[in-house]
């Protein structure tokens, strides 16, 4: 892993845990952003998890707030420490325990679904989706954004139509242009 | 012969509109062939497949696919000059020292593809590739500004990789849907309100540009008024 992507995931690893710990809704916003530049950059599969995890892990608090739920201790003490010990396995470059580790991640934040009035494990889903619509809108294609994430090009086309991404284009090659071309091939 | 390559996209975003029936017309009108790659054809129809969500569209496409509407298509060196236009394509923005990798195979190779058997245009809905091949500056742009980060271009990679894509047209699912409407294709849809016409091709462009199309809300405008003389 890239030291400049390292350090990146360690400070967001570790600006989720003191959001959770604080309940800090907008840091934790924050966060994600800082964690999808970083996945949009370098690419790699850890930058990736974590952007998925941050965004997940802000949906969860930040509804918290709204509905008035349990969420066990037990649970947030695995995520606490999961956060620790992938911040770890990234500083000491273990590649194995960080994966191992990701996943406890994960697995953690699946545990609460039944516990919750939504379903948490489509927030994972969703994440995905949403954050292959960030990574796109931030210049990378459709097609890459949606294989970054392990989402469709099918389920990420239907998601961006309803954003306002397409609003400013290039005005290059402007639209009557373009309509008389395709004029042209159809022999009007 | 003449010929119109698909990305993706503008299949997604026909089907999900209910007109991808209409490109059988439209191929009919156009007089040549149609084409999908192989790898666009597993995006839209063998990854679906696998799961539960939108494996009616993909069934969809597969029809298209098997009435011979769309062909696949593939040609000899394709692999290695996709090979080729992918390494530069991913290696024309950086951020520090490290190359951005802005676009993914299946996109590079339509682009491939269209080069090598003289593709009339690609059909093509997502920004990314078509700001690469027609507006670099803008995406480096684009990229900049959204990453918070500066990001360069590596002009001899953009160089090459503008000689290499040369003479490549690009038009979207927009431009093929009003095509449609001009040809009077979609004329069972106009109703007995008033203003029918227009409701129409409003109705297309949106529901295009809502499935992900890359239009802007003046385009739509634009060609809206385009085509008046059509209403």
Known sequence: ?188 | MKILLFDTGPIISMTMNHIIWSLKLLKKQFKGKFYITEAVKKELIDKPLRTKKFKLEALQTLYRINAKTLEIKTAPGLDSKTDYLLKLANTCFKYDSHYLKIVQYAEIETLALALIIKADAIVIDEKTTRLLVEDPNKLEKILSYKIHRKVSIDQTNLKKFITAVKGVNLIRSAELVSIAFELGLLDKYISNRPNAKKELLEALLWGIKLEGCAISEKEIRMIDKLERKNF
């Open chain 1, 1 to 188: 892993m890239e030291s400049l992507s390292k350090d990146v995931n360690v400070d967001v690893l570790q600006k989720i845990k003191k959001g959770i710990l604080t309940g800090n809704v907008n840091n934790l916003k924050k966060i994600t952003q800082t964690a999808l530049n970083n996945a949009s950059i370098f690419q790699d599969e850890t930058s990736i998890s974590i952007a998925i995890i941050s965004y997940a892990i802000y949906k969860l608090i930040e509804r918290k707030r709204f509905v008035e739920i349990e969420i066990p201790i037990s649970i947030y003490r695995d995520i606490i420490k999961s956060l620790e010990n992938s911040s770890l396995s990234i500083s000491n470059n273990n590649q194995k325990r960080l994966k191992q580790n990701l996943r406890v991640l994960f697995e953690s934040i699946n545990k609460l679904d039944g516990r919750l009035p939504i379903y948490i494990g489509e927030i994972l889903e969703k994440a995905k989706v949403k954050k292959a619509y960030m990574i796109h809108e931030k210049g990378i294609s459709l097609a890459r954004a949606a294989e970054l994430m392990g989402t469709s090009q099918w389920e990420l086309m239907h998601y961006i139509g309803k954003t306002r991404i397409s609003e400013h284009i290039s005005k290059k090659i402007d639209v009557k242009t373009r309509l008389n071309f395709t004029r042209g091939l159809f022999g009007l």
